[in-house]
């Protein structure tokens, strides 16, 4: 596995900690792009894993979430070692 698809697969894993939290919270992506001052286009980016999300805005999801910066990289060793 190259280094480029291997971060493709934590950006990826990242985005979908990020739907699961929005969605148990039952916040819309424009709800939530709209709390951090963001197009809805770029919260669908982040949950895809299409665009990889920077420190900041990982620090404000969190904060927004309510969930300490931790929670978006839970279980990502089991992943990446079953995708191995």
């Known amino acids: ?3 480029v698809t291997q ?3 934590i950006d990826r894993y990242i985005g979908s900690r990020l739907k699961d939290r929005r969605r148990a919270l039952k916040l819309s992506q424009r709800a939530l792009a709209a709390r951090l001052g963001v197009g809805y286009q770029r919260i669908q980016q982040y949950e895809h894993g299409e665009d990889r999300i920077s420190a900041a805005m990982l620090f404000m999801l969190a904060k927004t979430l309510n969930v300490p910066i931790a929670y978006f990289y839970e279980g ?3 992943a990446s070692e ?3």
């Open 1 to 3: 596995m190259t280094p």
């Open 7 to 9: 971060f493709r697969g």
């Open 82 to 84: 079953s995708a191995a």
């Open 76 to 78: 990502i060793l089991a």
